[in-house]
């Protein structure tokens, strides 16, 4: 048995959230309320954006942005092929086809460099995924975006309060999606929200959120339920509160891992560029197999019997998962079959071949103490071959 067991994800609930919840139970109004309202502007205003709409979670938001924005069946947004899968299976859930890009060598985030091979006449959008809270270079794909009218929907499920040269995550693309989901930055246990400046986008999804009624009695489009309850916007309006706090002591443990380990020849500290701001949803590294004659996998089961929990994704380029791969839509091919191309997904693209299966993120949240990250840290290097 190991002497402790440290985990990698915990939501930290305080004071506010417990009165706020308490506050929504005692007024006997669950639905969407003031409290989501007030969580939508604090997160309009801590992300810099003129409007924010929260939905149900963050694959939804997803889905409600590709609506909003108009992709027609058949049409193509461009993803990253290391992310979660619903950055993807959104696209098709929406009538839409995923085309899918190479990573960055050394930022895991959408390698730019890809999107001229990815675009067709078809292509509708392009969505970077701020992979493990570090921003994806926005400069060169809005630059790529702009010149093939293309829109830019920033996936930032994982990178509350991160920024890129200044400007935080959510207010650089036409829009941004996050989750907050139990174990991201900040929790509302599920739920997701939509970061725009466009007043129409922001009132089409509003709309849209809620079964697409114009007023009580009016269906006027195809709209949904993903609308966020009263209970979870009191949650998510005190979390906001705290994520510079989280997000302090995220970035000094995963620094001070990133120092400690540095010498460790099997285990290679992700890349971090000097102009972001990094959210440090994970404290990455890359498992060098070579050195270790070890998986990702394995040594991600061996440090778990060590009492260190960590992070161990993505295993699988989105292009070999089974729901891509065998075109599984709607039980048919659409909307594959609705698309001029040719779209099987038999790729195999340098760099997320390369990475997949050898990240792993050590843990890092607030709830720690530093005597669990100098556990982690032993626990490591006495795992090192040369060291023990
Ligand atoms: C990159 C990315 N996109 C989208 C999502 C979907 O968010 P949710 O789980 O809230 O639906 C996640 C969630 O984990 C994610 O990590």
């Known amino acids: 048995m190991a002497d402790r067991y440290v985990s990698v994800a915990e939501p930290i609930l305080g004071e506010a959230e417990h009165e706020n919840v308490n506050e929504v139970l005692d007024s006997g109004r669950f639905l969407q309320g003031p409290m989501v309202e007030e969580f939508e502007k604090k997160w309009a205003n801590y992300v810099g954006t003129d409007y924010a709409v929260a939905v149900s979670n963050g694959t ?6 590709l609506k909003a924005l108009g992709l027609e069946p058949g049409e193509e947004v461009i993803v990253p092929s290391l992310t979660f899968g619903s950055t993807a299976t959104a696209v098709v859930h929406q009538g839409g086809v995923p085309v899918f890009a190479d ?4 930022l895991y985030t959408l390698d730019h460099t890809d999107l001229e091979r990815c675009l067709t006449d078809e292509a509708f959008a392009i969505m970077p995924v701020h992979l493990y809270g570090h921003p994806a270079e926005m400069d060169e794909i809005c630059e790529f975006a702009d010149r093939h009218d293309l829109y830019v929907i920033e996936d930032a499920a994982q990178a509350h309060g991160a920024s890129y040269k200044n400007q935080k995550v959510g207010s650089i ?4 999606c996050f989750s907050f989901y139990a174990t991201k930055n900040i929790t509302t246990g599920e739920g997701g929200i939509v970061t725009t400046d466009n007043k129409a986008i922001a009132e089409n999804l509003r709309m849209l959120r809620s079964h697409g009624m114009a007023d009580r009695d009016t269906h006027i489009t ?3 339920n993903y609308r966020m309850s009263d209970l979870n916007g009191a949650i998510g309006t005190a979390q906001v509160d705290r994520l510079d706090g989280f997000n302090e002591r995220r970035r000094e443990m995963s620094e001070y891992l990133l120092t400690e380990l540095d010498d460790l020849d099997w285990l290679e500290p992700a890349a971090v560029r000097s102009y972001v ?6 404290a990455p590294f890359e498992v060098q197999e070579d050195k270790i004659g070890m998986t990702g996998k394995e040594v991600w089961a061996e440090l778990r019997e060590r009492g260190v929990e960590t992070r161990h994704r993505y295993n699988m380029p989105l292009y070999d998962q089974p729901v891509f791969a065998d075109h599984r839509g ?13 779209h099987d997904y038999d790729l195999s693209l340098p760099n997320v071949e390369k990475i997949v299966g050898s990240m792993i993120g050590l843990p890092n949240h607030p709830g720690l103490e530093n005597e669990d990250i100098e556990y982690v840290i032993e626990t490591i290097r006495a795992f090192d071959p040369e060291d023990s």
């Open 60 to 65: 939804t938001a997803i889905q409600l942005v």
């Open 173 to 176: 693309g036409n829009v941004g």
């Open 330 to 342: 709607f039980n048919s091919e659409f909307p594959w079959s609705a698309n001029p191309n040719d």
């Open 277 to 282: 701001d990094h959210a440090y949803f994970w």
């Open 222 to 224: 195809l709209g949904y």
């Open 103 to 106: 990573i960055d060598r050394e």
